[in-house]
């Protein structure tokens, strides 16, 4: 599978001298992949050190730190010759062994010239980081684009790097979202999907549906792991709590998380600071900061930390978590369920750089999304998940704030591509409210 990351890893090799590469990101997201497979077959040779299955390895950081000390004990510890001047270096789950994390700041300074990339799932857990030292990327699940890249359908993926808007192209995109909508970015996931594609519908439901569930155990077992001084119980029920409250809605938009009822004896924000925090920097969860009054750039200015709407991370887990088969994401095509097209919104606008993001509401209105263009202007983003369009939260919004432009993102064909101020664009296009929207 393709990820659009590879061109920024591809530009970091081209460099003369570098800082060490450092990819964060969800456990299963694909790290080892992209720096292995992808990376890695454009290098004659790589040496892959995974500290969490060979915990021995972190012999090689003892005593020295000497980039080329390092490399003479990993020398010795794999058998194998590693030649920096053509091979790449991989640190795995680096966040298992502190002392190759120290490392990284004497291959920054005295081996710039040396391939050296890391990656982890608990980099943001870390007590102590070389800041500035390294080059950091965070890899999402993969996105809408990638997902369709996967399918290698040649064709479709044209029709929507062109951003067509014909009815046959709405059709196969739309059709291509709601698969999405269920399989979710996670690349066991993807790759299960289109590998069982001359499969039975049933054959393929079920391996991705066992997928999740492993991943889903996977993370919940990680809480007891690594959560440190955080409650891993507290941890857990955010996480369990996310999905729930984001189907607890049906015709509106998302609510700020509620704190009641989550936890035990527990009911506020400052009680659950740290597990939100906890999963926020694991990459489990996305936010959103609720602002009222006329929101103006920095957006940041507005932020409370108490008053936030959480996110999954991917949709496909959110659906599972939910228990939502297949068959009824077909059937309805989400016309009702808006919280998944927000959801998935929120990735794609993550996924382009719009982290965190941020909603405005007033006593009768809400809209899901305000982001800021290159010239500061706000840009409100309604989401409407089916074919309905009519956004009377967008009107007051345009009424009280007056927006140079606004954007709803809806379940129909979309408006004119060409349109420049009152835009509609289908639910599959929504990266390109970044790339193509908010650029003056």
Request: aromatic fraction near 10%.
């Amino acid at each position: 599978m393709q990820r659009l990351l590879l061109e920024k890893l591809l530009d970091w090799k081209a460099k003369k001298q570098r800082k060490p590469l450092l990819i964060d990101g969800a456990r299963q997201a694909g790290k080892t992949y992209i720096l292995q497979s992808l990376l890695g077959d454009t290098f004659e040779k790589v040496l892959r050190v995974d500290f969490l299955e060979s915990p021995q390895m972190s012999e090689a950081f003892e005593g020295s730190l000497s980039p080329e000390d390092i490399l003479s004990n990993l020398e010795l510890l794999t058998g194998e010759l590693f030649n920096p001047v053509t091979d790449l270096l991989i640190l795995d789950e680096i966040g298992e062994c502190p002392k190759a994390v120290t490392s990284l700041k004497y291959f920054a300074e005295k081996a710039p010239h040396f391939f050296v990339a890391a990656s982890g799932s608990n980099i943001g857990l870390l007590n102590s980081f070389p800041v500035g030292k390294v080059e950091q990327h965070n890899l999402r699940p993969l996105t809408f684009r990638e997902f369709l890249m996967a399918s290698d359908e040649a064709p479709l993926i044209k029709a929507f790097s062109a951003q067509a808007n014909s009815a046959a192209a709405h059709s196969k995109l739309f059709e291509k979202l709601t698969d999405y909508y269920f399989t979710g970015g996670m690349p066991e996931a993807v790759r299960t999907w289109y590998n069982l594609a001359d499969s039975s519908i049933v054959e393929r439901v079920q391996a991705v549906t066992e997928i999740h569930r492993d991943l889903v155990l996977g993370y919940q077992r990680d809480f007891g792991k690594y959560s440190g001084k955080v409650d891993a119980g507290l941890i857990e029920a955010v996480f369990n709590n996310v999905p729930s409250q984001l189907s607890s809605v049906v015709d509106e938009s998302v609510k700020r998380f509620k704190f009641k009822g989550v936890y035990e004896r527990r009911s506020r924000y400052g009680d659950f600071e740290s597990a939100i925090s906890w999963l926020d920097k694991c990459r489990l969860i996305l936010k959103n900061y609720p602002i009222d009054g006329t929101p103006q750039s920095p957006l940041a200015a507005y932020r409370k930390d108490n008053m936030v709407k959480l996110f999954l991370f991917d949709v496909g887990l959110l659906n599972h978590m939910l228990g939502v088969s297949y068959k009824e994401i077909k059937q309805q095509g989400y016309q009702y369920k808006g919280f998944v097209a927000e959801n998935f919104v929120q990735q794609e606008l993550v996924a382009q750089g719009v982290d965190p993001t941020f909603s405005w509401g007033d006593a009768r209105a809400e809209i899901e999304f305000v982001v800021s263009d290159d010239s500061g202007n706000v840009i409100p983003i309604e989401v409407k998940s089916g074919k309905r369009t009519r956004a009377k939260s967008l009107q007051s919004y345009i009424t009280k704030c007056q927006p140079v432009k606004t954007i709803k993102l809806t379940g129909t064909q979309g408006s004119s591509p060409l349109e420049q101020q009152d835009i509609v664009l289908p639910l599959y296009y929504s990266e390109y409210v970044v790339s193509r929207y908010l650029k003056m």
